[in-house]
T-cell receptor, first 114, second 110 residues
Framework: DADVTQTPRNRITKTGKRIMLECSQT?????MYWYRQDPGLGLRLIYY???????NKGEISDGYSVSRQAQAKFSLSLESAIPNQTALYFC?????????????FGPGTRLTVL | GEDVEQSLFLSVREGDSSVINCTYT??????LYWYKQEPGAGLQLLTY?????DMKQDQRLTVLLNKKDKHLSLRIADTQTGDSAIYFC??????????FGAGTQVVVTP
């Protein structure tokens, strides 16, 4: 089984709808992240969480919110989806260090907002 | 990632060596990383280098780090069609906050 899973894998929705993307991990990591990927822009950090009670905004948090329901679960919500939120969304986890701080990525959710 | 820059595209013939270059800005980064993304998949760690090293070799992969110029490169020897992917350079200037480059699309031609 995959260590980091995301649901759904694909989603098409309409402008103005509320959408939730879910992420679960079995790696036992405290740190979890949400990124979006756009062609030519690489990965941009939306939100990150260093433990269940810690939530931090990334570089592009406007229009998004998150919930850390448990160590293993980190959800991303689009309160009112708009077309420029069409992108590939990745969840990731990492250990706390010291060490390499490797990030482990989920398979991604492709979101299309019409 | 505006602080990590890499070229967007590289075409290479099968069997040749590929070299992907990256520049970063934060000299406090302890580790620098190369991730690989295959079509339809998430990113997977390919290799990393500790900041006090100049070079790291791992089978067909060679990572070179020039701290003075803040330049990182990844060399893939004997490039194969399975190496076709997007390669991301990343730094972690503070604990847990990664900065990724835009990714280099590598296309391997027969």
């Amino acid at each position: 089984d995959a260590d980091v899973t995301q649901t759904p894998r694909n989603r098409i929705t309409k402008t103005g709808k509320r959408i939730m993307l879910e992420c679960s991990q079995t790696k036992g990591h405290d740190r979890m992240y949400w990124y979006r990927q756009d062609p030519g822009l690489g990965l941009r950090l939306i939100y990150y969480s260093f433990d269940v009670k810690d939530i931090n905004k990334g570089e592009i948090s406007d229009g998004y919110s998150v919930s850390r329901q448990a160590q293993a679960k980190f959800s991303l919500s689009l309160e009112s989806a708009i077309p420029n939120q069409t992108a590939l969304y990745f969840c990731a986890t990492s250990d706390d260090g010291p060490g390499t701080l490797t990030q482990y990525f989920g398979p991604g959710t492709r979101l299309t907002v019409l | 990632g505006e602080d990590v820059e890499q070229s967007l595209f590289l075409s290479v013939r099968e069997g040749d060596s590929s070299v992907i270059n990256c520049t970063y800005t934060d000299s406090s980064s302890t580790y620098l990383y190369w991730y690989k993304q295959e079509p339809g998949a998430g990113l997977q760690l390919l290799t990393y280098i500790f900041s006090n090293m100049d070079m790291k070799q791992d089978q067909r992969l060679t990572v070179l780090l020039n701290k003075k110029d803040k330049h990182l490169s990844l060399r893939i020897a004997d490039t194969q069609t399975g190496d076709s992917a997007i390669y991301f350079c990343a730094e972690a200037p503070s604990w847990g906050k990664f900065q990724f480059g835009a990714g280099t699309q590598v296309v391997v031609t027969p």
